[in-house]
Nanobody, 120 residues
Framework: QVQLVESGGGLVQAGEALTLSCAASGSFLRLNDMRWYRQAPGNQRELVAAITRGGNTNYADSVKGRFTISRDFVKNTLYLQMNSLEPEDTAVYYC??????????????WGQGTQVTVSS
């Protein structure tokens, strides 16, 4: 019903920047809260940033001041601008969205992930 597709990952050097995108498609009424998570090898998946439909944002302490989450309602796309990347940011990044379906039920949908690797 809903597909989330991340893009924009890659290999960069420490101090460089990347912008991740997450495009939503399918049959739904609207996207509510959206989030970026990441998971490094051997670690649990952690919340990186979140944005409400109203535009309120929340960040993990480790990325505050470096990452910016945003969304485009027309394109149904979520973004994560990542500046001053550090090797510790290396992980698979996943987007997640709370989706209001046409049946008026709520679904939390996940993307397949995109790899971000930061070399020192």
């Amino acid at each position: 019903q809903v597909q989330l597709v991340e893009s924009g990952g890659g290999l960069v050097q420490a101090g460089e920047a990347l912008t991740l995108s997450c495009a939503a498609s399918g049959s739904f009424l609207r996207l509510n809260d959206m989030r970026w998570y990441r998971q490094a090898p051997g670690n649990q998946r952690e919340l990186v940033a979140a944005i409400t439909r109203g535009g309120n944002t929340n960040y993990a302490d480790s990325v505050k001041g470096r990452f910016t989450i945003s969304r485009d309602f027309v394109k149904n796309t979520l973004y994560l601008q990542m500046n001053s990347l550090e090797p510790e940011d290396t992980a698979v990044y996943y987007c997640s969205a709370d989706v209001l379906l046409k049946t008026l039920s709520l679904l939390t949908s996940w993307g397949q992930g995109t790899q971000v690797t930061v070399s020192s």
